[in-house]
C-alpha cells in the first residue's frame, strides 16, 4: 500500500491506522503504530526529518502487509532524497543527492 501525505495539517491518523487495519488486519496495525513510535523518538534525538522543514518538500509512505512502513521524503531546494526503514527495532535513514539535469 502506498499513501501520500499531502497537507500533513489534514493528516487524519486514526483514518489511516484503519486502513490499515481493514486491509492487513489488526497485528499490521498495531506494528505500524509500533514502527511510527520508533522513528518518532528517533527523529527526536536527531536530524531525522528536519528536511520537512523545507518548504519544498514531498513525503510518501509505502507499508508492507506486515504492517512495517518505508518513508521516502525529498527536498526540491536541496535536491536530496531520504528513505527511512525499520529493521528490528532500528530506523535507517538512507540519503541520495540528486544530480543536476
Same mark, same amino acid.
Request: proline share 1%; glycine share 6%; charged share 25%.
Given at each position: 500500500?502506498?499513501? &501520500?501525505l499531502g497537507?500533513?495539517?489534514?493528516? @487524519?491518523? +486514526?483514518?489511516?491506522v484503519?486502513?490499515?487495519k481493514?486491509?492487513? $488486519?489488526?497485528?499490521?496495525?498495531?506494528?505500524?503504530?509500533?514502527c511510527?513510535?520508533?522513528?518518532?523518538n528517533?527523529?527526536?534525538h &536527531?536530524?531525522?526529518f528536519?528536511?520537512?522543514? @523545507?518548504? +519544498?518538500t514531498w513525503?510518501?509512505?509505502?507499508?508492507?502487509?506486515d $504492517?512495517?512502513?518505508?518513508?521516502?521524503?525529498?527536498?526540491?531546494s536541496?535536491?536530496?532524497?531520504?528513505?527511512?526503514?525499520?529493521?528490528?527495532?532500528?530506523?535507517?535513514?538512507?540519503?541520495?543527492?540528486l544530480g543536476?539535469?
Amino acid at each position: 500500500m502506498y499513501y &501520500s501525505l499531502g497537507d500533513l495539517n489534514n493528516f @487524519d491518523k +486514526l483514518d489511516f491506522v484503519m486502513q490499515i487495519k481493514r486491509k492487513s $488486519g489488526k497485528q499490521a496495525a498495531i506494528h505500524f503504530c509500533d514502527c511510527m513510535t520508533l522513528i518518532l523518538n528517533k527523529a527526536e534525538h &536527531s536530524d531525522y526529518f528536519d528536511e520537512m522543514n @523545507d518548504e +519544498l518538500t514531498w513525503s510518501r509512505i509505502a507499508v508492507e502487509h506486515d $504492517g512495517t512502513p518505508t518513508l521516502f521524503c525529498g527536498s526540491f531546494s536541496t535536491k536530496t532524497f531520504y528513505i527511512y526503514t525499520i529493521k528490528g527495532n532500528k530506523v535507517k535513514r538512507e540519503i541520495k543527492q540528486l544530480g543536476n539535469n
